[in-house]
């Protein structure tokens, strides 16, 4: 009796002790799992950089101060208007007769500088909203006899080469005449008046002006002309490059309704452009 007991002791401890052992192991934990490391933020996009034509000859515009640095309207213009469209520029000093093809071959992104829109331009360029109201302007001597623009038909007339102010003298001349002396920039047109090698030069007014009041000593007089007819100037950008566009003209419409542009205005014309007078309603019947 004593020995069954015993080995039935045995038996019931052994399978306890199995049953332990087996407990164990069942509950025996896996590592926690170690939550992966947040990944640090991407860094926001560096502002895209448009390369910018400027013929940095023609103040108050664009020309080089005595550091070599292009400022001028233009420059503050298109510098204010990629701040706001949330882009970056770079100018480059291109000459004029050049700085179309620059354009198109795609060495430069934008054009500004003083350009007038046209029709024929529009063929091969797209322009932006007017910036810029001007007008041609004709510079002479003081002594100058010369009242109007029909006065330069038989004078020796200085403008600079592919302007308006070249396609104006050269219907009023005559495209062979040789009294039509072209030049590679308007200041050296009437720097040539200046020294009498011509009688007149005919030029958008705001550079006309610009020199004139520059330069006393050269005692120029200034002429207008209702023949000349009302001109805008626009950025230019290649054909076809909407998107570019877009963000022009939404910058230029920033600055003109946050008085930013008038503010430019004033800094280089003295006063702010002059706002275009309501239409007088109607009066009633």
Known sequence: MTQITTRRFLQTAAVLAAGIVLA????????????PAASAPAPAPAPTVYAVGT?????PFESQDEKGEIVGFDIDVLKAIAAKAGFEVKFIN?????????LGQGDRDIVVSAVTITDERKQTLDFSEPY?????????????????????KKLKVGVQTGTTGDEATTKLLGKTNTNIKRFESTPLALKELESGGVDAVVADNGVVIHHVANNPGAKFKTISDKEFAPEHYGIAVKKGNTALLEKINQGLAAIKADGTYDQIYAKYFGAAPAKAEAPASAASN
Request: negative net charge; glycine residues 4%; contains cysteine.
């Open 55 to 59: 013929d940095a000859a023609y103040a």
């Open 132 to 152: 810029f109201d001007a007008a041609q302007l004709i510079a002479v001597r003081d002594n100058s006899k010369v009242a109007k623009f029909a006065d330069l």
């Open 24 to 35: 164990a192991c069942g509950k025996k934990e896996e590592p926690a799992p170690v939550a």
């Open 94 to 102: 291109t000459p004029w007769e050049g700085i179309f093809n620059a």
